[in-house]
């Protein structure tokens, strides 16, 4: 009884059915010219879904104030926050050689790459003219200066000359991985705004000659230049993609980084595997997904499926993301996942959910926005931690194994080493841009949940707005008010989430079967006209899961190396106990206040309770949502549960859940508990309490 098999179970066993686009049926699949969101150029395989281009899909409500604030945050200030966000691609600033490396001056692309990816997603997101003028000053400054003489976006290199090859190879290809993040924040621009300069520099880096693809650290590429191959057709592209995932292909790795190891699946063998750093691990698995949709390969997909259910089912966090301090590990109630890792993991998911359909993707990408993601900035979307850990009781603890150790758990306006301060950019808008995608039969699926509003083409081209009026997940209904321009006849299809047991769904009024197909959708095909209404119930009952902590302690030294991983059940560590609380997608904490900021927890705080598994008497308390959503304690959804004060003394530098069940000082007493989200110290992993004898 894990909480991995109540949230994993649905991949493992069912796995992805068919795999066919997410239509009715093969009759109803149109024509390439037909789709109203297809692209020119298709590749062997057709994803299940298409995503909208970034502005399709506008956040309301609850998600709306956060999306403002991030902009008014960090995303649209980020060349206040730190010289690195001036230099970044920017055309005064062009390093050559060993300055390529990440310490000596190549930081700024990598860290450019990430704050772009965000920027140009929020801004057409927000359709905020504030945000969409820097994206277009930043992203196509040096447009006109690409000769093809460069290294991808490189554009001052010259690929001919000896030591400008050499330097863009600095550090295992970090230029090159730098340059792939830039091209995957052009490629969100160009489909959101359609510049011609845009697509220039794209075809320009990825259609001159070279293997710098596949080159080590370069994974990032292989994605912006497949969506720039659908675009133009570009042969010499797609010769690189036949190259990149041809027999004898994959990626060429002089430092020994090479990413084909995700090529084939996971061995079975307890202790075969190593586990990999979380950014280096989603980056090189999730290619494979395209190596499918480019080469018809099934296997490909199998092989990224594969190595994404191994990953989950050993470091999986009850906040939705995985252990990734920066290595991934055994789930553990004090191990951290770095900022940057719930960025990638969230791209991650969006994208193999687009490739297979599979709503289960969906429910992940739920659970790590609604718990994680709020978790890596303060409210006021102004400082970030680094690490996050489950639970957080004092600020100097845990002491995390890697990047800024102890300190990567303090909300701070920048970290160092700055790569989570740039990649915390990417989350809200990744999220908001992947609630709604299109279907190759000219439908629309609601694929992930909030307040929201979708504007988008449907049948043959006429326009339709679908506003979405809700708190979910805060609440359990959902209110879409579907309006054509004119009465049409298309599919909506709409994501059961896995944990929902009972859903309810209404079309103006009028009850209709909610039965999930294969991939966790029900399909609604019908004459929609302007006012109709669908109303989704989504009913949330609280459940108490458990698990074993089996996460080694912290590291003495935080020296980056693999280490050995196996699945919890053939792990030989015991483990400590522990006990969670959810309800719907969301986890729910024991919140220790934080007084002053986001830095400082009540002293005065109780938080050394246990949770007596036999007797929880979880109870459900809702109010009204506040006017101006930014996280609070004074949450809208509340749970009671019953509980027992323990003595447990964790040790902050090493903090630890106790090593078996405990008894209880005194008789069972109510704890409040809050949406895990709107905490900044808490306890999430609770202790068990022992039966009473
Ligand atoms: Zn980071």
């Not at 966000?85 to 062009?94: E, G």
């Not at 789930?331 to 289960?360: H, I, M, N, P, Q």
């Not at 629309?444 to 449907?458: I, W």
């Amino acid at each position: 009884m894990s909480i991995r098999i109540g949230l994993f179970a649905g991949l493992l066993v069912t796995g992805v059915a068919g795999l066919l686009p997410l239509t009715g049926s093969a009759a109803e699949a149109q024509t390439p010219g037909n789709v109203n969101y297809g692209r020119p150029f298709e590749p062997k395989v057709r994803p299940a879904l298409l995503a909208l281009p970034p502005g399709a899909v506008a956040p309301q409500g609850w998600l709306s104030d956060w999306c403002l604030a991030a902009r008014n945050g960090f995303t649209g200030h980020m060349s206040e926050y730190h010289e690195a966000f001036k230099q970044a691609w920017a055309t005064d600033y062009t390093m050559r050689g060993e300055e390529l490396r990440w310490p000596k001056g190549g930081w700024p692309y990598e860290g450019g790459g990430y704050w772009f990816d965000g920027l140009a997603r929020l801004g057409y997101v927000l359709h905020d003219s504030f945000l969409i003028q820097q994206t277009q000053t930043r992203l196509t400054a040096f447009s006109s200066r690409m000769d093809g003489n460069g290294v991808l976006f490189l554009w001052w290199l010259n690929k001919n000359n000896a030591e400008d090859r050499k330097g863009a190879q600095e550090d295992n290809g970090w230029p090159l991985w730098a340059s792939g993040l830039f091209g995957r924040a052009l490629s969100g621009y160009y489909a959101a705004s359609q510049d011609p300069d845009a697509l220039h520099t794209l075809e320009t880096a990825y259609g001159g000659d070279g293997d710098w693809m596949r080159m080590s650290w370069a994974m990032s590429n292989p994605w912006p230049a497949y969506d720039t191959y659908t675009w133009t057709g570009n042969k010499a592209i797609a010769a690189k993609l036949d190259a990149l995932f041809a027999p004898e292909g994959g990626g060429i790795a002089p430092g020994g980084d090479s990413w084909n190891r995700y090529r084939q699946p996971p061995s079975p063998k307890p202790g075969a595997e190593d586990n990999d750093h979380v950014v280096h691990f989603l980056e090189s698995t999730t290619p494979w997904a395209l190596g499918y949709l480019w080469t018809g390969k099934r296997e490909f997909l199998d092989s990224a499926l594969a190595w994404h259910a191994f990953f989950e089912r050993i470091a999986m966090q009850p906040t939705g993301v995985p252990v990734a301090d920066e290595w991934y590990g055994p789930t553990g109630a004090f191990r951290g996942t770095e900022t940057c890792d719930v960025a990638a993991y969230l791209w991650s998911k969006a994208t193999l959910f687009a490739v297979t359909g599979d709503g289960a993707m969906g429910d992940r990408m739920e659970r790590a926005f609604f718990n994680a993601a709020p978790a890596t900035v303060s409210r006021d979307f102004k400082t970030h931690v680094y690490f996050q850990s489950p639970n957080r009781m004092v600020c100097d603890s845990p002491v995390f194994d890697h990047g800024p150790r102890q300190a990567g758990g303090y909300y701070r306006p920048i970290h160092s080493p700055l790569c989570c301060t740039a990649a915390l950019n990417r989350i809200v808008p990744w999220y908001v841009t992947h609630m709604w995608m299109a279907t190759y039969d000219n439908g629309l699926a609601a694929t992930c949940y909030g307040p929201s509003r979708v504007n988008a083409l449907v049948a043959e081209r006429v326009p339709v707005e679908i506003t979405c009026q809700t708190a979910y997940p805060f609440s359990e209904a959902l209110e879409f008010t579907v309006k054509p321009s004119k009465k049409t006849t298309f599919p909506l299809s709409f994501r059961i989430p896995g944990w929902c047991s009972a859903p309810e769904l209404k079309v103006n009024g009028k009850a209709i079967p909610a039965a999930r197909d294969s991939r966790g959708f029900v399909r609604v095909s019908r004459k929609w006209k302007p006012g109709d209404t669908v109303s989704l119930r989504f009913p949330m009952v609280p459940v108490v899961e458990t698990g074993i902590d089996q996460a080694k302690g912290t590291a003495a030294t935080p020296a980056h190396h693999a280490l050995k991983v196996m699945l919890p059940e053939v792990n030989p560590v015991s483990g400590r106990p522990y006990a969670t609380v959810s309800c719907g997608p969301l986890l729910f904490a024991l919140a220790i206040p934080d007084t002053r900021d986001a830095n400082t927890p009540d002293p005065a705080a109780r938080w050394k309770f246990a949770l007596p598994l036999k007797d929880t008497d979880l109870t459900v308390e809702r109010k009204a949502m506040p006017t101006q959503w930014d996280w609070p304690l004074d949450a809208p959804l509340t749970l009671s549960a019953r509980a027992v004060a323990i003595d447990w003394d964790p040790a902050p530098q090493d903090p630890r859940l106790p090593e078996a069940a405990v008894p209880g000082q005194s008789p069972a007493e109510r704890i409040k508990l809050i949406p895990y989200g709107c905490t900044k110290f808490r306890i999430s992993m609770f202790p068990v309490a022992a039966d009473r004898p």
